[in-house]
């Protein structure tokens, strides 16, 4: 799921990136990830009773990898920081940066609302018209004797997946940088999966730590690697490779999706304190790590995108 994801997002990405663009190309991977989590939110119960496992593929693999904090941290530092030099005035900088911030957010919310509402249509039709109970899951421990036949088919389509791109980025040249973004996918969703035990052992009700704490990682992560590709000569293939962990692992590790959703259910306070807090941490480690450099060295990308 997490190499799907990645595929959906760059795959956007470039799809949206032309001349005369009337919006920044990452908001359609963002709107179209949080528009399947909020289906997935709503037939949550359905999907358990389904396939218990195809809930977190969808909503953590799937949407989480669509989305990304990090990038959209990095655009709305860029905007700041006037990153493509365009020819304007510097409060302009910050009109441009707000509405990084904005529209993001706005597109995002609009994303999840439109998916609770298809995912409350999708109720009232066949096969969804059973109401299904709500479910209690109960963690007993890893073991292969709790895998069954289902599981058994998904584990071995995952690593043949996972071994399939790795094999491709290691024996072709063309596409590298895709390739290996969907390498490292992976291990950034599987990291955020992780880190969101958190999630329910810290500030419970009160601040989603894991998440945060993915968020947060990833965003220092691809501050040091725009930095590695902004100040440091680099050979393509250094290049590919620090493109591919930033779209594959950085990508993957934060999420915008899970963020909205979290969001949306915390009580109105806690709200302003986790968004507000993700946000300015976020744009202190880009400041801190891209900013010095920039402001003293100025702009000189070794690795071209």
């Known amino acids: 799921m997490a190499i799907l994801g990645t595929l959906i997002r760059v795959g956007l990405i470039r799809l949206q990136t032309y001349d005369g663009q009337p919006v920044f190309s990452l908001v359609y991977a963002q709107w179209i990830g949080c528009f399947i989590m909020g289906m997935v939110v709503q037939q949550k119960d359905a999907l358990l009773q389904w396939y218990l496992p195809i809930h977190v593929g969808l909503s953590t693999g799937l949407c989480g990898s669509i989305t990304t904090f990090s990038s959209w941290q990095l655009d709305i530092f860029k905007a700041f920081a006037n990153y493509d030099a365009s020819d304007h005035y510097r409060g302009y900088n910050i009109l441009a940066a707000i509405s990084q911030l904005l529209v993001t957010l706005a597109m995002s919310l ?106 947060m990682i990833g965003t220092l992560v691809l501050a040091i690697v725009t930095l590695l590709e902004s100040g440091v000569v680099v050979s393509t293939i250094g290049c590919q490779v620090l493109h591919g962990f930033a779209e594959g692992f950085c990508g993957c590790l934060t999420t915008i999706s899970t963020f909205m959703v979290e969001l949306s259910n915390l009580p109105l306070k806690h709200t302003y304190t986790y968004g507000m807090t993700s946000v300015i941490l976020g744009q202190c480690f880009m400041f801190l790590v891209c900013g010095t450099f920039i402001w003293t060295q100025g702009v000189n990308p070794s690795c071209s995108t």
């Open 110 to 215: 609009n994303g999840l609302v439109f998916g609770y509402h298809v995912g409350q249509l999708l109720s009232r039709v066949p096969p969804f018209l059973y109401t299904y109970p709500i479910s209690e899951i109960i963690p007993h421990g890893y073991s292969l004797h709790h895998l069954n036949r289902h599981d058994a088919g998904v584990i071995t389509l995952g690593t043949l997946s996972w071994i399939g791109v790795i094999l491709a980025a290691a024996l072709t040249s063309h596409q590298r940088d895709l390739t290996l973004a969907c390498v490292f996918a992976p291990l950034g969703a599987l990291l955020r999966w992780h880190l969101s035990i958190f999630n329910t052992k810290v500030w419970k009700g009160q601040f989603f730590f894991g998440t945060f704490l993915a968020n």
